[in-house]
């Protein structure tokens, strides 16, 4: 049934360079036949149009090997019957395409679904209004002028600093704190704030206007005014779908695939390192969602609107129906690290580290290595080390002969205790950042439609089963997350290359793109 | 009435496997997610081994033994159980043993695996070997914790009357089926099966061995 719900729709697809983008892309492409796909992807050099920029995404990108393995050389022909790329930018109206392009695509897009988004948990709020709160109202403008539902992706933590069972709905200019606000209002003070020049003094103003209605970070406030602008517009039909955590792939493109930094994966490396004592509150669920789970959730929803559904608000998340603790969730991190140094992954020193698992731990009981103690002692013993004089603190017969080596060494070790330092504000940060997901808040959210439309697919739809709620964590962490993450997002934190694919030769290209919908304006 | 079939009967410990069960539990337990538990658990472990030399009922001490790992997680049961094999079982499977095996399969007979260990450790080894059934200790498990006593019934020696309901439930032919034992506790295994046979077996058993005519088989060294 989903497959004659889809069959031959036409989607405006925004944020197919992005992890979930590409995912739904994909499958879309592999199981619904005649699907056609407007993708709007933005020139990245002068030098490199979006088709480019797309046909090298789809030449290099591990995600595309399922389709690559599939076409092989006829992947071009295949992708440029299916596929057509637009040059545009999601931050500027409409997405920067001329009256004459919209025309072009006027009774062709059946529905726009917009999954681009600026997913740093404390971006430049500069940056995180114009990508995820204009660009979503520019993406309802171009539903609006095509007169197509929108399908916007927005996140499950909208739902700000509350605990509890959060339901799949949203109330209208009230923020998570329960306080009434006036979403123009606050978003003009928010580009007030935005004016200064300072970074830093962006994101203090930008971080408190968020806490202040409940948010517990510029991505959830700026992604939360998204829903709230476009909950305002009585043009579209919108839906508004809100993952969980986005993470390692279970089956597509393939078993454990990711790609950038995602929520677990710095948790994931912290933990993997000599800090081995998280701070969360153990019973809380950590709401994972594998990224093709998402993907399928997405179709279903794409799917229910097609039927003429209008499903409001759509949670894709795990709390509800499969439970994954975060107690859980950091022992089978160290139990995945473990076996994954045991299979040959990782340094010798990592393989030292295996036998000390990481354990969760309250904050009020941090234990004696906990971070703040940790920088007190590095800096009393870089206090030390610097006023450590051998001429002045050793017996001069001692001093004359082993005064340099002496001295040498406590540089190096006052060296060590500054990079160790920089070390531990890092995690003291990023523990703050992650603090109201890991500690604060309890959130259960509801997945009641998601869990319906799954329900009554057929046998032979088991392509799009939102199959959540029966999920193995121990398998799925140890075998396919854990190793995910170390193959695709920790060398991105250790500022090393990520693997890609080789280019085929000749490089890929789409047979007959339309390359810009100016030139297919123009047809 | 269903067709009842032979069966090979193998206790693991001493016939397929070297290392004592023992080893198994005092390794998970050093293997604890917090450094504290490690000592404690060990401890706890370290007091079945006398009441096991010591020849004191096998089932008391198989629950002293495993006691030690009260509240440790299934998923750390399930993964270190699958380390622990691969780490100290899978070089050690006794090439006899094996044969053994095979040639069961060979004459038809159903492979049953009996072993004090927990499942979660021969789970391996019944994929190794293509086993049909496993007779194996389980921990008891509340909210995904092992309340550190073993399900019941305790696998220690496995005989007489749960032996035979056990081949009932099976569809098992005690008296067209072998079995393998090594150590004199798993005589009521071999008593029950018609056609016994030690494999290298410990002082106690080959002594029964003699005087009740079992084949006595020594493993190469």
Known sequence: MIRQDLQGTHILLTGVTGFLGKVFAILLLQEVPDIRLTLVVRPRRRTQT??????????????????????????????????????????????????????????????????????????????????????AKHAADLAGYWKTPLIHVSTAYVA????????????????????????????????????????????????????????????????????????????????????????????????????????????????????????????????????????RGLALTVAAVRRGEQPGVVHLASSDANPFTFERAVELTGLGFRRWTRKGGGTSADRWMRWLDPVPVAEDAPGPFAVPRLKRWARSLRKATARFEPAEHLPTVIADVFGDTVREQLDSLTEQLDEANTHLVRIEKMLELYRPFIHDNRYVFATDKVRAWSDALGDDEAAFRWAVPELCWREYWVDVEYPGLSTWCMPVLRGEEVPSDPPSTPPLRLEQPSTTLHELAGK | MPELHPAAFFRVEGTLLRRPTALAAAWLATNSQRLASRLTRLGSVALGAPLAWSGADPTTAARVTWM??????????????????????????????????????????????????????????????????????????????????????????????????????????????????????????????????????????????????????????
């Open chain 2, 68 to 221: 030690g790992l009260r509240g440790m997680s299934e998923d750390r049961l399930v993964i270190l159980g699958e380390e622990y094999w691969a780490t100290w079982l899978d070089d050690d499977v006794r090439p006899v043993g094996e044969d053994l095996v095979r040639q069961a399969r060979r004459d038809g007979r159903r492979i049953v695996l009996v072993s004090d260990n927990l499942d979660v450790v021969m789970q391996p080894l019944v994929e190794r070997l293509g086993a049909d059934l496993l007779v194996a200790n389980r921990m008891e498990l509340r909210g995904g914790r092992a309340t550190g006593r073993l399900a019941e019934p305790v696998v220690a020696r496995f005989g007489g009357q749960r032996l035979k309901d056990f081949a009932a439930d099976q569809g098992l032919d005690l008296s067209r089926s072998t079995a393998y034992g090594a150590a004199e506790a798993d005589s009521a295994l071999l008593a029950a099966a018609g056609l016994p046979c030690a494999v290298h077996p410990d002082r106690g058993l080959r002594r029964m061995a003699r005087d009740l005519d079992w084949p006595i088989l020594e493993h190469d060294r």
């Open chain 1, 50 to 135: 979006a088709l480019q920029r797309f046909e090298h995404i789809a030449d290099t990108s591990p995600a595309l090997r399922p389709l690559r393995e599939r076409y092989g050389a006829d992947l071009g022909r295949f992708l440029g019957e299916r596929v057509q790329v637009v040059s545009g930018d999601i931050e500027k109206p409409r997405f920067g395409l001329d009256r004459p392009a919209l025309d072009a695509l006027r009774g062709q897009v059946d529905m726009v679904v917009h999954c681009a988004g600026l997913t740093d948990f404390q971006p430049d709020p500069a940056r995180a209004l114009a990508v995820n709160v204009a660009g």
């Open chain 1, 160 to 295: 700000g600093n509350v605990s509890g069972d959060i339901a799949e709905a949203l109330r209208p200019g009230v923020g998570p704190s329960g306080e009434r606000f006036d979403v123009a209002g606050e978003i003009r003070a928010l580009q007030e704030a935005c004016r200064t020049p300072s970074k830093q003094t962006r994101i203090d103003r930008g971080q408190e206007r968020a806490l202040a209605l409940g948010w517990p970070n510029i991505y959830c406030y700026t992604k939360g005014l998204a829903e709230h602008l476009l909950a305002q517009r009585t043009d579209i039909g919108l839906t508004i779908v809100r993952p969980a955590i986005v993470e390692c792939a279970r089956t597509l493109p393939f078993r454990g695939w990711n790609e950038g930094l995602n929520t677990a994966g710095p948790l994931a490396w912290l933990i993997s390192t000599a800090f081995r004592r998280l701070p969360t509150q153990g019973e809380h669920p950590f709401d994972i969602v594998p990224v093709d789970d998402v993907a």
